[in-house]
């Protein structure tokens, strides 16, 4: 292959991986709300949810017991649709668990370090939601979105649940009325478009942003759109377990290697998701407009 042409597939697999990634940030950012929401008590009684602030306890518990894959459960679903797409989005959330504990094992040293910057990130003001909104900015440049998307996979990578040792004493609720209330860190709206949680059926849940920029007309609706969401959320669980398995079995060189790896596990499964997602939705807001000519048309 000439220069040329490997200088061109080099920016094709970019331009799929960074597409790819701003896909998954937004699965990521409306599941984001999975890590501050299941309720307290364990063994037989399961998991209550009675309270705003049991809700934390309880994910903390459930991280400490390496149940992470259990948090999508108790996300607010309207239908059966969404709340499967939360179930699939819990099963990501424990391989990311399981990821983080071979990581750890592998690269303690640099994990650890991964852990520190993260904190000195925070205590900057810095969170991991200014590198989402980063991500899925409009205006950032290339360069700004790949600084971004390798810094929110080193901090997922090492710690996806770092959050969870300072929960209780930083998560504190606004009431909104009697049934919703925004969830806020260190007195100020989650990072970094804000999270609620509802009282439904008398259980507190969690949920989902929907205010994401760029995604927005993209949220689902239908059982077609939560399929190709929930097919999204698979893609990233089987890179995460390929993962898992290549740091165990000792295929990865180092943990800053990681963000290179998943990048390679996503980039042909990431670019016929793509064409599904374009496919999918070019149709879709097509359908819309001609039902909203046929509807203006003189009868």
Not at 143 to 172: C, H, I, K, Y
Not at 237 to 244: E, M, S
Request: charged share 25%; proline share 4%; net charge positive.
């Amino acid at each position: 292959m000439s220069m040329n042409g490997t200088a061109g597939l080099a920016k094709v697999r970019a331009w799929v991986s960074r597409a790819v990634v701003r896909a998954c940030a937004g699965v990521a950012v409306m599941g984001v709300g999975v890590g501050v929401g299941v309720g307290w008590g364990c063994g037989e009684r399961g998991y209550s949810q009675e309270t705003p602030e049991e809700v934390v306890r309880s994910a903390v518990l459930m991280i400490e017991r390496g149940e992470a894959k259990r948090l999508g459960e108790l996300m607010y679903g309207a239908d059966v649709y969404e709340r499967a797409f939360f179930r699939r989005v819990g099963s990501l959330l424990g391989s990311m668990q399981g990821l983080a504990e071979a990581l750890a094992r592998a690269f303690p040293r640099e994990v650890e370090a991964a852990k520190e910057q993260a904190v000195a990130r925070a205590a900057r003001g810095a969170r991991s939601g200014s590198a989402v909104s980063m991500l899925m900015s409009r205006t950032a440049s290339g360069e700004q979105r790949e600084a971004a998307m390798q810094t929110l996979m080193r901090e997922v990578f090492a710690d996806p649940f770092g959050w969870a040792n300072e929960a209780s004493s930083r998560v504190t609720f606004a009431p909104i009325n009697e049934d919703l209330v925004a969830v806020m860190w260190d007195g100020k709206p989650v990072p970094p478009f804000g999270l609620t949680m509802r009282r439904s059926e008398g259980k507190w849940f969690v949920v989902a942003p929907t205010n994401i920029p760029f995604l927005v007309r993209y949220l689902p609706q239908t059982k077609e759109d939560w399929s190709l969401w929930a097919s999204l959320v698979r893609l990233i669980d089987n890179a995460v377990v390929d993962l898992t398995g290549d740091v165990r079995e000792g295929r990865v060189a180092s943990f800053s290697d990681t963000g290179r790896k998943v990048g390679e596990k996503l980039f042909m499964p990431g670019a016929l998701a793509l064409v599904a997602v374009e496919k999918h939705y070019r149709l879709k807001f097509q359908r819309q407009r001609e039902a909203r000519s046929g509807a203006s048309s003189p009868g």
